[in-house]
């Protein structure tokens, strides 16, 4: 296909009178309008095709003329599409059909289409919804490989009317849908080449007019590395920074703290020549700042972790969230930072298995997360697979319990080498009817505090659901002494010898906290 047969004008025709006008485009000339500015644009732009969206009464009243002035100017005939005038809904339809037609590109064309968009003559919000169809295609990605809006300036106390390039409008509306899906979903693709396609047109304008020559690309290739790492959940690459070569990793550098000195070192410049990027630069630095650490094997690197879990659920990506959960859980059963630093020198495999072996019998939150795991990796390929709702559920349970939780420090993590079994009860019953039953125990509390457990240990006793909830989220056992108590019996003390008439036995429960209840009505 020839340059001009790739080339589309699109214009709107009105009902009102039109005068002639020497119209000037900057870059590509004057020519005169006879008197319709479409053919000032066909002169100077020759496309191939050209199409007028025109009411009834617009056509009645100027379609003559149209043709008329573009057959002078020696360019293609008009093909009109008809188009209701807009105060009604369906006639906003009826426009957006005609400009989807005219202006997307079809899903199997493959070739490179030149569509100028000419809204001189747009009526009412005719222009404005040009502008929404426009935010529309280049979200579902049909926009047209080079799109130009154009205004035609008539100015009749002049010699000479302007041809106004819109271009930077169409701008916005690239940065809007590039920038809502970087912060939504961590893809940052859009935004990249967006960035990239600028500062090669601000450097082609800087060797031109010698202004100042653009610095800002350190920020857009830090954001190609942090996206780059969040993307294939490259942990240890985004939070302390990670080299193959082990001469080169102590001066490692995370990609979350690289693109926040890349937001410091560029802040001037990008709100000065980059202003729809300079409104996210605060958002973005809030979101990344937690994820920055020195070390993964400290408390520093435990909190970055956790925010980065968080980070993933926001953007739900679930598997992301609980993959690291499951490392970062892992990290807290390492012996030392060769179970847990993957870009020290000292990094083992050995010892990073044996830090897995630990954390996959330390209690229910092991288990949880290797069951949600095995459900993900598989694909839901097992017997009764969780359904997508309860596994987001599940998964959102999980980074919350791990996110708010108040972990050992990772200072001083070496785990025990065995777990205790805690028993808990205040009544002397109670007491008594455990010794009887001659229970391996370490320690026996009146009250257990949810923070004094680890991983692993095992708590006796009967709990409130929100304390048992608390312990199994520290990813201890807890077991519950059940009983068939009568109801004459409640309320009073018992001893072992009444205790052991009801029933009593020792069972393992998992209890999961799944959040506040909403009450749809109020009590009456």
């Known amino acids: 296909m020839s340059a001009r047969g790739s080339r589309k004008l699109i214009t709107f025709l009105g009902t009102g009178d039109y005068q002639p006008a020497l119209y000037e485009w900057p870059g590509l000339g004057q020519a005169e309008s006879t008197p319709f500015v479409c053919a000032a644009l066909a002169h100077l732009w020759q496309p191939g095709h050209i199409h007028v969206l025109a009411t009834s009464e617009a ?62 003559h747009g009526f009412r919000a005719q222009p404005f919804f040009a502008g929404a169809v426009i935010g529309l295609l280049q979200a579902i990605g049909r926009q047209p490989d080079r799109l130009q809006v154009v205004y035609a300036e008539y100015r009749g106390d002049q010699g000479v009317s302007r041809i106004w390039s819109l271009n930077l409008f169409v701008e916005l509306t690239e940065w809007a849908q590039a920038l809502r899906l970087f912060l939504q979903t961590g893809m940052a693709g859009p935004v990249l080449a967006l960035s990239r396609r600028i500062r090669q047109r601000q450097a082609t304008q800087a060797r031109l007019d010698g202004s100042e020559f653009p610095t800002w690309h350190r920020l857009v290739e830090a954001m190609a590395d942090f996206a780059t ?132 019998v330390s209690g ?46 990772t200072e001083q993590m070496t785990p ?55 312990l199994c989220a520290r990813g201890a056992r807890v077991v519950f002494l059940s009983i068939d108590l009568p109801p004459e019996w409640r309320g009073r003390e018992l001893d072992a010898h009444q205790l052991a008439q009801c029933n009593p036995c020792l069972e393992e429960f998992r209890v999961q906290k799944l959040g506040e209840f909403q009450s749809r009505t109020a009590c009456p």
Not at 90 to 97: A, I, R, V
Not at 453 to 468: K, M, R, S
Request: aromatic share 6%; glycine share 6%; proline share 5%.
């Open 59 to 120: 056509r009645a009243r100027n379609e003559h003329l149209l043709r008329q002035a573009l057959s002078d100017a020696g360019v293609p005939a008009p093909e009109f599409c008809d188009i209701r005038t807009g105060r009604r809904e369906s006639g906003l339809w009826d426009q957006f059909n005609a400009l989807i037609g005219l202006v997307g590109k079809k899903g199997d064309n493959t070739d490179e289409t030149e569509v100028l968009l000419d809204i001189t």
């Open 229 to 360: 790492d969040l993307s294939t959940v490259r942990i240890a690459g985004l939070v302390t920074g990670y080299q193959q070569n082990p001469r080169k990793k102590a001066g490692a550098v995370g990609s979350a703290r690289r693109l926040l000195q890349a937001i410091t070192a560029t802040r001037t410049e990008i709100i000065h020549r980059l202003p729809p990027m300079a409104l996210v630069l605060d958002e973005l630095q809030a979101v990344i700042e937690p994820l920055t650490a020195d070390r993964l094997y400290s408390d520093e690197g435990h909190a970055a972790l956790q925010a980065l879990a968080r980070h993933y659920l926001q953007l739900e990506r679930y598997p992301e969230a609980a993959v690291t959960v499951r490392e970062a859980m892992v990290n807290l059963h390492a012996a030392d930072r060769n179970g847990a630093e993957v870009n020290h020198p000292g990094f083992s495999e050995r010892a990073r298995r044996q830090a897995e072996q630990k954390f996959s």
């Open 364 to 409: 229910n939150a092991a288990r949880t997360i290797a069951d949600l795991r095995n459900d993900i990796e598989h694909g839901g390929f097992r017997r009764q697979p969780l359904d997508a709702r309860a596994l987001t559920d599940r998964i959102t349970q999980m980074v919350h319990d791990f996110a708010g939780a108040d972990w050992p420090s």
């Open 416 to 470: 025990r080498q065995t777990s205790q079994t805690l028993l808990v009860s205040r009544h002397p019953g109670a007491r008594d009817w455990f010794r009887q039953q001659k229970l391996a125990f370490d320690r026996q509390v009146e009250h257990l505090d949810p923070a004094e457990v680890n991983p692993g240990d095992i708590a006796i006793g009967t709990f409130p659901l929100h304390i048992a909830a608390a």
